[in-house]
């Protein structure tokens, strides 16, 4: 068993702990996909993106860096729900904390984001 099934194994158990261990372990095998596509281009091949999507990209960053400094919690139900894609109820079980506490967690951050990302 891969260390990413035995920690949903532990959150659908109920451990509370586990969440907190299954966001590392996500975004590292996300940047190490990313890694292998960009080594697998053509040298000198540059991915074309729009203009604003890195400026986006970095402000997202910066606001959820600067969530997380506010509310912890908070800013890991962020990156649950829009990076690991799960639903509020999921990734309420991850944090440990009910689906209710997690709707009204939800509700706050995204407010707060959009008030930083768009002031």
């Known amino acids: 068993m891969n260390e990413v099934t035995r920690i ?3 959150i659908e158990q109920g451990d509370p702990s586990a969440g907190a261990q299954l966001l590392p ?3 590292d095998e996300l940047r190490k996909l990313a890694a292998q596509k960009l080594a697998q281009e053509k040298p000198g091949r540059r991915c074309r993106r729009p203009p604003w999507f890195t400026k ?3 402000a997202l960053d910066d606001a959820l860096t600067k969530l997380a400094n ?3 919690q908070a ?3 962020v990156k649950l729900r829009y990076f690991v894609g799960f639903t509020v109820p999921e990734a309420a079980a991850a944090l440990g904390i009910s689906p209710r506490s997690a709707d009204f967690l939800w509700a706050y951050a995204r407010t707060w984001l959009q008030k930083e990302l768009h002031p």
Do not use: G, H, Q
Request: glycine content about 0%.
């Open 8 to 10: 949903l194994s532990a």
């Open 25 to 27: 372990l996500v975004y």
């Open 56 to 58: 986006d990209m970095l």
């Open 70 to 72: 506010t509310d912890r």
């Open 75 to 77: 800013a890991e139900l």
